[in-house]
């Protein structure tokens, strides 16, 4: 522990630049106690603490700004991968994109108060489309705010910060070994996490072909498109697809062939609307594996334009107002 605090005392910026480098890229690194650590020693020793602020702001930006240029060249595919090896992939799938598509661009300036949201965050903002200079500067705004806080709790409570060094060094590799159970513990708890909510969406899916075949066979197969209107703006939906403003409102039959998809990771969302579906009785209902994404690759037909179709009682058609349970 002794020596963990001097490698802070000696380099502490490099260590502020690369765990928040570290952490805003993705990994599980803390960075937030890093940052308060350094400027506390640097109150203690009367340095300012602007370039602490400064060194945490660029190492944000960087990691942002490769997230936001990947998000924009590789769009769904990137997302994809984020969440399928994220520890918290029903937050990454639904708390995301809701905050994300509910405020746009600004709602960077709060991205990293929001756990799970900073990555993500700024691949959709690449995926949507926004402008590099809207980009800059709402994340920007975001990250010198984020930063700003952990160097102005550093400065304010750097004696209660310096005895609480005293203390871990005092105890010394008994300390270490409490620092590394906890962060072992918190790995294990999000695994369990993740572990939990995959077996809770764990259910049939139908593949894109069988949907295809079935959809020429019975065309009465009710297709229900679970994103958001945002969503379907943007990429559009498989023709005849149809959604409702709350399922109370579906008057479809039980023994109805009823098919759903996203384009969210692990199907995530469309599982979650299926699995609802099924706790209301309706006893065909499958997710479409790989959504909407699978679907195009296949080369499939996509709808781009607002269109009606005929549909049973409670259905709207795809070009209202989005599917309410894909905003988990």
């Known amino acids: 522990m002794e020596t963990l605090i001097h ?3 000696v380099y502490g910026l490099w260590v502020v630049f690369i765990s928040v480098l570290l952490d805003q890229g993705g990994l599980p690194t803390p960075s937030y106690a890093p940052m308060i650590v350094t400027a506390a020693l640097a109150a203690d020793a009367q340095q300012p603490l602007w ?32 969440c399928r090896i994220s520890l918290s992939p029903d937050s990454c799938v639904g708390t995301t994109r809701r ?6 661009a600004p709602s960077l300036i709060l991205a990293k108060y929001i756990p799970g949201f900073a990555a993500v965050s700024t691949t959709l903002a690449g995926q949507a489309g926004t402008s590099w200079r809207r980009f800059l500067i709402y994340d920007g705004i975001g990250a010198a705010l984020w930063a700003s806080g952990a160097v102005v709790l550093g400065a304010i409570f750097h004696e209660a910060v310096e005895a609480l060094l005293q203390t871990l060094e005092d105890l010394g590799h008994v300390a270490l070994l409490m620092l590394l159970v906890a962060i072992v513990l918190f790995v294990a708890y999000k695994w369990w996490q993740r572990h939990r909510f995959l077996m809770e969406i764990r259910m049939a899916r139908i593949t894109t072909g069988e949907l295809r075949s079935l959809l020429q066979s019975m065309p009465s197969t009710v297709l229900l498109d679970a994103r958001t209107e945002e969503s379907r703006e943007s990429s559009g939906w498989i023709p005849g697809s149809v959604h409702v403003r709350d399922l109370s409102e579906l008057r479809a039959d039980p023994q109805d ?28 209902v499958r ?23 005929p549909a049973k009682a409670g259905i709207q058609a795809a070009s209202e107002d989005g599917f309410p349970l894909s905003r988990e």
């Open 287 to 309: 997710p479409l594996a790989g959504g909407l994404e699978a679907w195009r690759a296949q080369g499939f037909p996509v709808q781009q334009v607002p269109f009606v179709i």
């Open 51 to 82: 370039p602490i602020l400064l060194v945490a702001t660029i190492a944000a930006l960087v990691a942002d700004i490769a997230w936001f240029a990947g998000g924009r060249r590789f769009g769904a595919q990137l997302l994809r991968l984020m």
């Open 257 to 284: 062939e009823i098919v759903v998809y996203c384009d969210c990771p692990n199907d995530a969302s469309a599982a979650t609307v299926a699995k609802a579906l099924q706790a209301r009785g309706f006893k065909r």
């Open 99 to 104: 905050i994300y598509e509910k405020w746009g």
């Open 7 to 9: 490698i802070i005392q």
